[in-house]
């Protein structure tokens, strides 16, 4: 038996002295900074400030290291090796990008847009505008076309580097948009040169940084200029334009290396995450800080095995939702195989578990069983970062056993850069989401209608406030939203949360996800999702409470790889959107779902009573999609747009009970 990665931890956070007010908690902070709160990486380096000084570091100290690589594509379409470009030979096609948008005359606050899929070319576009002090604008590269052409509108874009599989979206907007300027990061056909409209300048970003002046000067901002307008996906309405500092984003990564979460300069991650969402511009910056290398997937999610298998990564992030498919593919093999091998793996899943909680792990079960498990990612990976959900508990304990490695779960938004919560090294209690990173610091704001309170026993619980380094500097073109959501510097997240007797925070509602049934009871409906989505049987769900009505209703996506084989044992036959409307799934998803209430001892009112099964599916198993407006880029669901979907059907349960 060998010590765990961590001394062990049973007490997070600090509460500042003193700093409770009559409607909010004590101030948190981290406990190994309870004085101050940090803002720049490299505390002998207080220069570095911005993320385009990292980078310039990262040159300067790992110039040969691999920086960025992609998968090569054989004679006979197939992905080949992973190829890498070196930091240094990465800053001179910087340069010359930089170079391009100073020829445009481009220089510090001049927004540029970036559309695409995660690549190189992505990257080096990015650094190459940060060069010259230009903000970035990420597009999701699921938008569609009136949120691509809001987006571009409301930030006042007219350069934009993009992906040729985007190139006709852009296009099509350009003219309205008042777009300039297009650099694709594929070579440009005489086709594609037709297709741009008078006074349009189209170029492939080879021929972009051969038109600048080789000895043109670099501009970058300070670290109070701003990095990006990220707009967040939304789930109601228009996107909603974050403006982010170098400092927000630099406060952030420091906020993470504090906390002990370091990336070496070994260190091989892979990225496949949006560079349009937050999450992942942290991740990749704090890449930067060591030298480490990263490798692009391929574009094709459905692949992504194959291209783990490929780069072998070190560092792993994810989202629940991918870790959870991860837990259903392991446990589906395991539910599949012979009496032995399942008693083999339950007895050696109990007996490390109990190890990895008192911060150790055992060498014989590794060899037994989980270092074949940890070959699925690789066999090499060493740390994995959850971040823009809350990761169930039996989901993180999963992953800690099997992969063999620590795991650090986040908690954070856009409007913050990302990291605000994290659980540190050593902190082997689930189900929470840690303490403070030491560059922001947070409290819990009374929530009286909802009957939250600081004051509320055994747990202070309220909406979870931030202040610090790292917090946006206001939503663009929009005053009102921006006063609303930062208040005397705090930012409310709209998240409740509650501080737990060793000091972690715990999400357990959202603010605006919580509605009244009519008998007066308040339903988070997040957290009853969590709960239901544990079965195995359920892909998606949709809880939904009408303040009318005494009882909630749900609409269900089954999971194909689980409920298909279930209907064939049943003698349940067909193609699966038809068959998986026979009564029997019903029946089975709504047994499930009052198995997992039961299991969680949920309120009778909480579980609900009748249940619609949305059974066509895309190729992802997705019935809620990013496609038919029912989900975020990241993720989360569009409440709004799935009761507007499913309202036949809504209403017809309720008139059914």
């Known amino acids: ?297 391929q574009g094709n999610i459905r692949l992504i095995m194959d291209d783990i298998q490929a780069l072998r990564p070190t560092v792993f992030a994810g989202v629940p939702r991918v870790y959870s498919r991860f837990y259903d593919k392991v446990m589906q093999t395991i539910e599949a195989s012979s009496w032995v091998k399942k008693t083999m793996f339950n007895t050696a899943f109990e007996n490390q578990l109990d190890n990895v909680r008192k911060g150790t792990r055992n060498a014989f079960w590794d060899n037994l069983v989980f270092n074949k498990t940890k070959a699925h990612l690789g066999g090499r990976v060493r740390l994995m970062a959850s971040g823009a959900a809350p990761l169930p508990a039996h989901i993180m304990d999963f992953l800690k056993v099997v992969f063999c490695c620590e795991v650090h779960q986040g908690y954070g938004m856009t409007e913050n850069a990302a990291a605000a919560v994290i659980t540190p090294g050593g902190y082997t209690r689930a189900g929470t989401i840690g303490e403070p990173v030491p560059c922001c610091e947070i409290k819990l704001e009374d929530v009286p209608e909802l009957e939250y309170t600081s004051s509320d026993k055994p747990f202070p619980r309220g909406e979870i406030c931030i202040r610090g380094h790292n917090v946006f500097h206001g939503y663009h073109n929009l005053p009102d939203k921006t006063a609303e959501t930062l208040v005397d510097g705090w930012l409310h997240t709209g998240d409740i949360g509650q501080v737990l007797e060793d000091g972690s925070l715990q999400i357990i509602d959202r603010k605006k996800n919580i509605f009244k049934l009519a008998q007066g009871e308040y339903v988070a409906a997040e957290e009853l999702e969590m709960v239901f989505h544990r079965s195995k049987y359920i892909n998606q769900i949709f809880v939904y409470g009408d303040s009318t009505q005494s009882t909630l209703v749900a609409i269900v996506v089954p999971d194909v790889e689980t409920v298909g084989p279930w209907m064939s044992e049943q003698g349940i036959e067909g193609d699966f959107n038809v068959a998986a409307k026979d009564p029997k799934v019903r029946d089975l998803l709504l047994a499930e779902i009052k198995k997992e209430g039961a299991n969680a001892k949920l309120a009778g009112f909480k579980v609900p009573k009748a249940i619609f099964v949305e059974s066509d599916v895309n190729e992802l198993n997705q019935g809620f999609t990013i496609e038919n407006g029912c989900m975020t880029p990241s993720f989360k669901l569009r409440r709004p747009q799935l009761k507007a979907r499913y309202k036949a059907e809504i209403d017809k349960m309720y008139s059914q009970q």
């Open 1 to 297: 038996m060998g010590a765990g990665p961590s001394a062990l931890v049973e007490h997070i956070g600090f509460q500042v002295p003193d700093s409770a007010t009559e409607n909010s908690s004590a101030v948190i902070r981290n406990r190994h900074f309870p004085k101050e709160l940090i803002s720049v990486p490299f505390k002998d380096e207080p220069e570095i400030d911005t993320c385009f000084k990292i980078f310039a570091r990262a040159v300067e100290k790992y110039g040969n290291n691999d920086m960025l690589g992609h998968r090569t594509i054989e004679a006979d379409g197939t992905a080949g090796p992973y190829q890498f470009e070196s930091y240094a030979t990465v800053s001179k096609q910087v340069d010359r990008i930089g170079a391009g948008l100073a020829k445009l005359g481009y220089g510090e606050g001049k927004t540029i847009g970036i559309f695409g899929i995660n690549s190189a070319a992505w990257i080096k576009s990015l650094l190459g505008s940060w060069r010259q002090g230009c903000v970035c604008v990420p597009l999701y590269d699921t938008l569609g076309a009136e949120s691509t052409k809001f987006i571009l509108k409301d930030a006042d874009v007219t350069t934009v580097f993009c992906a040729h599989a985007k190139l006709a979206q852009v296009l099509d907007v350009a003219q309205d948009c008042g777009i300039t300027t297009i650099v694709q990061f594929e070579p440009v056909s005489d086709d594609d040169k037709a297709k741009a409209p008078e006074g349009l300048t189209l170029m492939s970003l080879d021929e972009f940084m051969d038109s600048g002046d080789a000895d043109a000067a670099a501009t970058p901002c300070a670290k109070d200029g701003l990095a990006y307008i990220m707009y967040t996906s939304g789930t109601t309405g228009n996107p909603k334009g974050v403006r982010l500092s170098h400092g927000n984003v630099t406060a952030s990564v420091a906020g993470l290396i504090g906390m002990g979460i370091e990336i070496l300069q070994t260190d091989v991650y892979l990225s496949y995450l949006p560079l349009a969402h937050i999450f992942e511009t942290v991740m990749q910056i704090l890449g930067l800080c060591s030298g480490a290398a990263v490798g692009f997937y």
